[in-house]
């Protein structure tokens, strides 16, 4: 079983086609990186060490004193009454607590959600949650155990444990020497001390924590789009199935018709003639003298497509001469940017000659079977 994913692995050489990456976003398969919901985390810490706690910290000190003094005065014995009142005491200590930790929460679980948002890919799949019976193998957990990116997030943990350690332990001892360098030192000090040290070992933790998160959004894209990888049979297979795909052929047909108006739009100006059929069929031919051994197919289309040729060479004046086989005939067997065969070339110089001559004598008569057209429609 390991050597055949190892050797799926070896065989995945081909780039990730854009389907391949639209079905595992689908499925919830994005680039995560947790160390950047981390970073902001600590960063929503800092907030609250430095603002929230200002704000709701009175709120609870002082809901934790009145639960002291009024439990203090409370005379329980054999009467209920007594119990009663202390319940009422201690909810209205709770919800007193709740609503001053609530915006404390909210700070931080906020962090968290931007942590994931900044990230620019958020997919929320049933897929993802779905219970796998692979994820419970003991040889695929031995596996997981043992992979690269688990080496990887092992390395992560080892540096964030051993920088952040030092921090602390760098941080502390500068508040312990501050304690014990302040002549009168009072206990009712210690908070703010704390709190100070606090704040200094969060902003200290997120200036390390901010190019780690940026290291692990790059290292995350880059496992991600390695683990998407393709062999060569899959993206075969993908190409025969998109083959049947209604969305994929109407896509490339109507890439193909861009690029055929485009085509027209560009060469039909500078055509010397279009034949047509007369709305079905429209072929258009240039000959440049001296260089070209036989009047040369610059655009043709049938329909539509006649229809816009024959649109635009009427608004550049373009001659646009009706002759139904010839057209017909030039449609099916020339193709764009080759030559008309010999078999056609006496009739087709007798329309150059015409539309040459046309140039200096507006009156002349078109070939026989040809007749010149003014309307384009």
Same mark, same amino acid.
């Given at each position: 079983?390991? =050597?055949?994913? =190892?050797?799926?692995?070896?065989?995945?050489?081909?780039?990730?086609?854009?389907?391949?990456?639209?079905?595992?976003?689908?499925?919830?398969?994005?680039?995560?990186?947790?160390?950047?919901?981390?970073?902001?985390?600590?960063?929503?810490?800092?907030?609250?060490?430095?603002?929230?706690?200002?704000?709701?910290?009175?709120?609870?000190?002082?809901?934790?004193?009145?639960?002291?003094?009024?439990?203090?005065?409370?005379?329980?014995?054999?009467?209920?009454?007594?119990?009663?009142?202390?319940?009422?005491?201690?909810?209205?200590?709770?919800?007193?607590?709740?609503?001053?930790?609530?915006?404390?929460?909210?700070?931080?679980?906020?962090?968290?959600?931007?942590? @994931?948002?900044?990230?620019?890919?958020?997919?929320?799949?049933? #897929?993802?949650?779905?219970?796998?019976?692979?994820?419970?193998?003991?040889?695929?957990?031995?596996?997981?155990?043992?992979?690269?990116?688990?080496?990887?997030?092992?390395?992560?943990?080892?540096?964030?444990?051993?920088?952040?350690?030092?921090?602390?332990?760098?941080?502390?001892?500068?508040?312990?020497?501050?304690?014990?360098?302040?002549?009168?030192?009072?206990? #009712?000090?210690? /908070?703010?001390?704390?709190?100070?040290?606090?704040?200094?070992?969060?902003?200290?933790?997120?200036?390390?924590?901010?190019?780690?998160?940026?290291?692990?959004?790059?290292?995350?894209?880059?496992?991600?789009?390695?683990?998407?990888?393709?062999?060569?049979?899959?993206?075969?297979?993908?190409?025969?199935?998109?083959?049947?795909?209604?969305?994929?052929?109407?896509?490339?047909?109507?890439?193909?018709?861009?690029?055929?108006?485009?085509?027209?739009?560009?060469?039909? /100006?500078?055509?010397?003639?279009?034949?047509?059929?007369?709305?079905?069929?429209?072929?258009?031919?240039?000959? =440049?003298?001296?260089?070209?051994?036989?009047?040369?197919?610059?655009?043709?289309?049938?329909?539509?497509?006649?229809?816009?040729?024959?649109?635009?060479?009427?608004?550049?004046?373009?001659?646009?001469?009706?002759?139904?086989?010839?057209?017909?005939?030039?449609?099916? @067997?020339?193709?764009?940017?080759?030559?008309?065969? @010999?078999?056609?070339?006496?009739?087709?110089?007798?329309?150059?000659?015409?539309?040459?001559?046309?140039?200096?004598?507006?009156?002349?008569?078109?070939?026989?079977?040809?007749?010149?057209?003014?309307?384009?429609?």
């Amino acid at each position: 079983m390991a =050597e055949g994913d =190892e050797q799926d692995k070896s065989q995945q050489t081909q780039e990730p086609t854009e389907k391949k990456l639209r079905d595992a976003r689908k499925k919830g398969d994005v680039p995560t990186s947790k160390e950047t919901g981390n970073m902001m985390v600590v960063v929503s810490l800092i907030g609250v060490a430095g603002f929230a706690l200002q704000w709701q910290g009175p709120q609870m000190v002082d809901a934790l004193s009145s639960l002291i003094d009024q439990s203090g005065t409370i005379n329980i014995g054999s009467d209920s009454a007594g119990v009663n009142d202390l319940g009422e005491i201690f909810w209205d200590f709770v919800i007193r607590i709740s609503v001053a930790i609530t915006p404390i929460f909210a700070l931080m679980l906020a962090g968290a959600i931007f942590g @994931v948002l900044i990230q620019g890919e958020t997919v929320v799949a049933a #897929e993802r949650i779905k219970p796998k019976l692979s994820k419970i193998s003991l040889i695929g957990g031995i596996k997981r155990q043992f992979s690269a990116n688990t080496l990887v997030e092992f390395v992560k943990s080892l540096v964030k444990v051993l920088v952040v350690g030092g921090l602390a332990l760098w941080v502390t001892n500068g508040a312990v020497r501050a304690i014990w360098q302040t002549p009168g030192f009072l206990p #009712e000090y210690l /908070p703010g001390y704390m709190a100070d040290a606090a704040r200094r070992l969060l902003i200290a933790a997120a200036i390390f924590l901010v190019p780690v998160a940026i290291l692990d959004i790059l290292w995350q894209r880059f496992n991600w789009r390695n683990k998407q990888m393709m062999t060569i049979k899959e993206v075969r297979d993908e190409m025969k199935e998109s083959e049947g795909d209604p969305l994929i052929r109407g896509k490339r047909a109507a890439l193909r018709r861009q690029r055929a108006q485009q085509r027209i739009a560009a060469a039909v /100006p500078n055509a010397d003639v279009i034949l047509t059929n007369p709305t079905h069929y429209a072929v258009a031919l240039k000959y =440049e003298l001296g260089e070209d051994v036989a009047p040369v197919c610059v655009a043709k289309g049938a329909d539509l497509m006649a229809r816009q040729i024959r649109l635009i060479a009427h608004e550049h004046d373009v001659p646009i001469l009706e002759n139904k086989p010839l057209a017909r005939t030039l449609y099916d @067997v020339v193709e764009i940017d080759d030559p008309v065969p @010999v078999e056609h070339w006496e009739v087709v110089a007798e329309i150059i000659s015409f539309v040459m001559a046309l140039k200096t004598d507006p009156n002349r008569k078109p070939p026989a079977g040809s007749s010149l057209r003014e309307d384009p429609e």
